[in-house]
C-alpha cells in the first residue's frame, strides 16, 4: 500500500470512529453556563475549589504553574478532612510541570484545556527510573511529567470529556534532530501510588508517553480519548510498568507507538527492582497506529509480566494486535497471558512476537538473562486485509512455549506475503485456525478452545461513587 492509501484507510476509520466518541462524550458534558455536573470516581471530596481562585489566568499565554501549585498545596491540607477537589473551568490554562496530593480529586470541565509549556525552564528534571538505569532516549535524567505524583492515595484526575494538550510538537522536532540530551516528559506519571483513577479525558500531543503508571497498584482508567500523529515518535497511549491490579476500559487511542504498553524494568536495572506488571484486565480498547502494536508486552519486561486478560479489542490499520518484544538481555518473563474476541482490520500482522529486540540501556546487561516467554493464549480473532498471519520468532536455545491459538479467521490483503507463517524457536498448538499455521504450532488433533480466564480480580470489582461539580456561570 502507498503513503497516499495509507493515510487515506487511517483518516477514514479516525473519522469514522471520533464520531462515536464524540457523541458518547457529549452525553456526559454540562451546559457552558454552570451549573453542578455529576461525575463518577473512587471517592467524592468534601473540599472544592476554582484554578482561578488562586489567581489562574486562561487566556492559553499567561503561565499558571504558579496557580497549579499554589491551590494543589493548598487543597492538600484538607485531604484527612474529607479530600479536596480542583476544578479547571473553561479556557486554556498553559502550565508547567506540576505534582499531586493524596485525596483529591483533579476535574476538568469540558471546555477546560490544559495545555503544556514549551518553556524548559518549568519542566525541572528529576532522576531516571531505577528500573531502567537511565532515560529512556537518553543517558541520565528525565523532565519531569506536565501532571506528576509519587506515594500517594486516592487520587482521581477526570472531567467531563475536557482536555490535556502536551504540545508535543516542539519537543517530537528537537527529538529527532537529536538536540535533546534528557529524556521527554510524559503527560501523566504516577509513581508508587495506590487507588488511582485517571477517567473521562481527551488527550493530545503528549511529548512522549502519555499516561505511566509505575510501581503502583489499584489503577483505574476508563474512557480516555488519547490522539497523536501517528508519525510523533514514542507517543505511547497507556503504560502500565510494574504495577499490579490495573483496569483498563473504553479507551480509543491514535498513536505513533503502541497504544498500549505494558512494562517492567529494562535489562539489569528491571532484573535488579524486580516489579512486575501483573494482574492487568483490557477491555473495550479501539486502537489506529500504523507503525506499532495495539498491544504490546515489552520491549522493558525484565521485572516480569503475567497474569494479563485482554479482550473486546478493536485495531484498525494498525501494524499489529498483541506484540511480545524482549531480547537476550531482559531477563524477567511474560507467561500467562489471554487474549479473546478481537476484531482487526487492515493490518501488517496478527500475530507477533520478536526475541531480539535488542536495545539496551548500557552496555552491563548481562547477554545470558533469557527471558522466560510462556503460556501465551489467542481465541476468537477476525482480521481482515491482512499481509502477514504471523510472525513469531524466539530465541535460539530459549524457546517461547505454550503458545495455545484457537478460533482464528484470517482474510487476507490483494497482495498478501507468500510465506503466511513465519516461526522460529517457538512451541505451541492451534485450533479452528484460518490460514493454517506453521508447523512448530501443529493443528490439535482434538478441537480446544484456548483458556481464559473465569475468576475475577480484585480491581474488577471496584465501585465507583457518584460525584459532583459545582461551575461557576460563564
Known sequence: MDGKSKMSNVSGAIFFILGFFFLR???CRTPANGGTV??????CRKHSALLTDFGAVGDGKTSNTKAFKAA??????SASDGGAQLIVPPGKWLTGSFNLTSHFTLFLHKDAVILATQDESEWPLVPALPSYGRGRDAPGGRFSSLISGTNLTDVVITGNNGTIDGQGASWWKK???????????????????????????????????FVHPTYSSNITIHGLTILAPIDSPNTDGINPDSCSQTRIEDCFI???????????????YGIKVGIPTEHLVIRRLTCISPDSATIALGSEMSGGIRDVRAEDITALSTQSSVRIKTAQGRGGYVKDIFVRRMTLKTMKYVFWMTGSYG???????????????????????????????????????????????????????????????????????TSNVTPKACDLLPE????????????????????LVTCSASLPFF
Open 25 to 27: 462524550a457529549a452525553e
Open 444 to 463: 490439535s488433533k482434538e478441537v480446544i478452545d484456548c483458556p481464559f480466564p473465569e475468576d475475577r480480580l480484585p480491581i474488577e470489582d471496584v465501585k
Open 359 to 429: 536495545s539496551h540501556p548500557d552496555p552491563g546487561f548481562d547477554p545470558k538473562a533469557l527471558p522466560l516467554i510462556q503460556n501465551i493464549n489467542y481465541k476468537q480473532v477476525e482480521a481482515e486485509n491482512v499481509t502477514y498471519s504471523a510472525r513469531l520468532e524466539g530465541i535460539p536455545n530459549d524457546h517461547f512455549k505454550g503458545i495455545c491459538i484457537s478460533n482464528v479467521t484470517i482474510t487476507l490483503t490483494e497482495k498478501p506475503k507468500k510465506l503466511q507463517w513465519n516461526c522460529t524457536d517457538i512451541a505451541g498448538v
Open 254 to 268: 491514535v498513536s505513533g507507538d503502541d497504544c498500549i504498553a505494558v512494562k517492567s524494568g529494562w535489562d539489569q
Open 38 to 43: 455529576k461525575y463518577s470516581a473512587l471517592s
Open 175 to 209: 527529538f529527532k534532530a537529536g538536540q535533546l540530551n534528557k529524556t521527554r516528559p510524559y503527560m501523566i506519571e504516577i509513581m508508587y501510588s495506590n487507588k488511582i483513577q485517571i477517567s473521562n479525558l481527551t488527550l493530545v500531543n503528549s511529548p512522549s508517553w
Open 72 to 77: 494543589i498545596h493548598h487543597l492538600s491540607q
